[in-house]
Nanobody
Framework: QVQLVESGGGLVQAGGSLRLSCAASGRTFSTYAMGWFGQAPGKEREFVAGVSWTGPHTYYADSVKGRFTISRDNAKNTVYLQMNRLAPEDTAVYYC?????????????????WGQGTQVTVSS
């Protein structure tokens, strides 16, 4: 089983960019679909993006399509979320999640493992 540690959050102005990283421990990282979720203050955690365990297949929430890109580097046991053209409504704690042998789309409903989260704050 893997453990997940997110990093890369911070404060950024609207229109700016951030890249989040999620480092996984364990030697089975490549068998996990990975995803990013955001939880804004007072709201439920929501799916943002997912990538399949096989690598090339990705899936995004409509609100981030064309702005965010998820990618994975199995050699580094790391998944990334490149966030461009950030807006104040993107402000949230962002969590990394993993699902064994999952698909990018299935990450929306199924998550086996969670990280501790990293705060992203976008100022207007």
């Amino acid at each position: 089983q893997v453990q997940l540690v997110e990093s890369g959050g911070g404060l950024v102005q609207a229109g700016g960019s951030l890249r989040l990283s999620c480092a996984a421990s364990g030697r089975t990282f490549s068998t996990y679909a990975m995803g990013w979720f955001g939880q804004a203050p007072g709201k439920e955690r929501e799916f943002v993006a997912g990538v399949s365990w096989t690598g090339p297949h990705t899936y995004y929430a409509d609100s981030v399509k064309g702005r965010f890109t998820i990618s994975r580097d199995n050699a580094k046991n790391t998944v990334y979320l490149q966030m461009n053209r950030l807006a104040p409504e993107d402000t949230a704690v962002y969590y990394c999640a993993a699902t064994h042998l999952g698909t990018a789309r299935a990450m929306v409903k199924t998550q086996d493992i969670w990280g501790q989260g990293t705060q992203v704050t976008v100022s207007s």
